[in-house]
């Protein structure tokens, strides 16, 4: 294997990737001694939330590269200049990040639009045949992401498995600590903090997923 690549929204659960299900997501891919590369897109964040209060913070503006830098220590890349041959497989960790920076969905649901460069790159590395593996919130995407008919799970929320079904996806009813393999379009998900209680539950289910997409690849 040559190294997967990672996406990141932000840094933090709430504006953000979460940062529990992105470092979770590392150490795995160090367990098995895969190198990986982590890339966001260079744009203001849909809004900054206090993560203490919870409120939005008024007046006040990130970038969503600038703050996942934090997270990757640095190693980061605009996403703009990823080449997906590069690549064997993606995995896209969780956050409201990507409900809301990755696209819009946490705004518009169904009707969402997504990030030109994360389709770009999301499409090639699926079109090419190799795994895709998406946490928490972030397999919503997925209809619009990879494509209509692919089997994926954000746990057991009505109203957001309720939106993957209208934008044409076939969403699975799953536990925190499982995954759904939709093993012929490759695409793994996990519902991770979209039911986990913790980060012992949340990391159950991302080892799994990233077990399987290293394992499709």
Known sequence: MNKVAVIL????????????????????????GVKYQCFAPNIDQMHVINHLTGEVAEGETRNVLVEAARLARG?????????PNEFDAL??????GAAKNLSDFAVKG???SLNADLVRFARAIHEAGKPVGLICITPA???KLLGT?????I???????????TMGGQHQTCAVDQIVVDSENKVVTTPAYMLAGSISEAGAGINKLVDKVLQMA
């Open 75 to 83: 190693e980061i890349q605009d996403l703009a200049t990823a080449d």
């Open 91 to 96: 995995i896209i960790p969780g956050g409201f």
């Open 9 to 32: 929204s932000g840094s933090g659960v709430f504006d953000g990737s979460e940062i529990y299900e992105s470092v979770l997501t590392f150490l795995r891919l160090e367990h098995h």
């Open 110 to 112: 169904a009707d969402c």
């Open 149 to 153: 008919g692919i089997q994926c799970t």
């Open 155 to 165: 746990g057991n929320d009505e109203g957001v498995s309720g939106a993957i079904e």
């Open 141 to 143: 995407l997925t209809p």
